[in-house]
């Protein structure tokens, strides 16, 4: 089976630092002062998609500098290198001992995703990865579709793991199974109402799900 992972909230502890550096770019360019909440719920998306969505009424060029501004922040506060979940080395690790091959759809840039498979060691582990700079943004399941396309899989062999419902979404679209986490940026609630196959409470309760076990 091909397991297909998010990765901000899902692989990698990232939440809270992105809600950080969009409040500061938002305050930065002048912007409405936002709830932490509303930067959480548009983790997953590609970053013109989430500010657009946090600043519909925005002037085109103050989103442009909120994007700017956001990236910068980021490299900013990069001292060290995000935590990955407890659990993730491990449970990866199985998945690969037990045949299932391993992919990533990703509402980060490609850059980013891949200056983080560098800093935890982890990019031989993927047979493939998509972000959203280069294919369309979640809820579009144009990356899946790809994904399966690159590693020759149908949807049915697959399952696509996130913790929000934009991963979730997406997979629906093309009837792909999927796995919400519920230790990410949105709750459970949000999640069962997608339909997943299962909502896990740590990562490695990925191998309590029928289909991955041995």
């Known amino acids: 089976m091909l397991v297909i992972f998010d990765w901000d909230g899902t692989v990698c502890n990232s939440e809270s630092r992105i809600v950080a550096c969009m409040l500061r770019a938002a305050d930065r360019?002048?912007?409405p002062v936002l709830a932490p909440e509303?930067?959480?719920n548009i983790i997953g998306l590609g970053l013109p998609e989430a500010v657009a969505t946090l600043f519909?009424?925005?002037a085109s060029e103050d989103k442009q500098a909120l994007r700017q501004l956001y990236s910068e922040e980021w490299m900013a506060a990069r001292v060290e290198?995000?935590?990955?979940?407890?659990?993730?080395?491990?449970?990866?690790?199985?998945?690969?001992?037990?045949g299932h091959q391993l992919a990533v759809a990703?509402?980060?840039s490609r850059r980013g995703l891949n200056r983080e498979f560098q800093e935890h060691g982890v990019g031989h582990?993927?047979?493939a990865s998509r972000c959203a700079d280069e294919t369309a943004s979640k809820p579009d399941p144009l990356m899946l579709n790809e994904l399966l396309s690159e590693t020759c899989h149908k949807a049915e062999e697959a399952v696509m793991v996130g913790d929000t419902v934009y991963d979730l979404d997406m997979a629906a679209a093309i009837e792909m199974p999927s796995i919400g986490v519920s230790y990410g940026a949105h709750c459970p609630t949000r999640l069962q109402e997608c339909r997943p196959k299962a909502i896990i409470d740590e990562f490695s309760g990925l191998l309590s799900w029928p289909p991955l076990v041995p």
Request: charged share 20%; proline share 9%.
């Open 81 to 98: 290198p995000l935590p990955l979940f407890d659990g993730v080395l491990d449970t990866l690790d199985r998945l690969l001992c037990a």
């Open 29 to 31: 360019v002048g912007l």
């Open 38 to 40: 509303a930067v959480s």
């Open 106 to 108: 990703t509402g980060k």
């Open 125 to 127: 582990l993927f047979v």
């Open 56 to 58: 519909p009424e925005a």
